[in-house]
């Protein structure tokens, strides 16, 4: 089973602590001669496919890496335009490899934000009075599991389908967060976690879950 990402909010929607425990590299690399037969364009800082589908590279894979060098964003490492260099007949035969687009760090604090106002609207909509708001989201590849606290904090956990003992995982970050960062003396409520101690017994926790599949009261 696998764990992939772990997102502490606090109560105003702020990001203050994200870990990748897994990322799915999705990767395709491929030497491709003059004219390029796949159409790209900028979007987001990024060079991604919008069209044209082949050997693994998909619609929306952005531009990883050119001739073997990881490329920045729109530039190329040289700091020049991507798509201008694959105009220049000359810089062919090129290797270029593909992938899901990295979330930027400024892109997961949006991403955070806007969970937190899905929240509020969840428990606005509710027909009952004192909805817990949204506990979790499926998709066909992963779920969303939240749980917060009454202070309003926010422990998200984003996992294989097939995992179970989320409920357990979340109370054990939070039981993790009480020890490591509330009792910290320099942690300042709703700031970012800057913590060791907190970053090592989060990974020990997780590592203990995917093993076990399950995340026991005893764990």
Known sequence: MVIYSV???NKAGGLIYQ??????RAEAEKTFSYPLDLILKHHDEKVIVSFGQRDGIRVGHAVLSINGVDVMGKSTAEGKDILEYLKDPSNYPVSIRFGRARLSSNEKLMLASMFHSLFAIGSQLSPEVGSSGIEMLET????????????GIKFIVLADPRQ?????LLRKIYEIYSDFALKNPFYSLEMPIR??????NLKSSLEVAEKAGNFGAGS
Request: glycine share 4%; hydrophobic share 35%; net charge negative.
């Open 164 to 168: 179970s003992g989320i409920d357990a």
């Open 140 to 151: 066909d590849v992963f779920k969303l599991h939240c749980y917060q606290t009454l202070t």
């Open 7 to 9: 997102y502490v909010v």
């Open 19 to 24: 870990y990748d425990n897994y990322v799915p």
């Open 195 to 200: 913590c060791e101690l907190f970053d090592q």
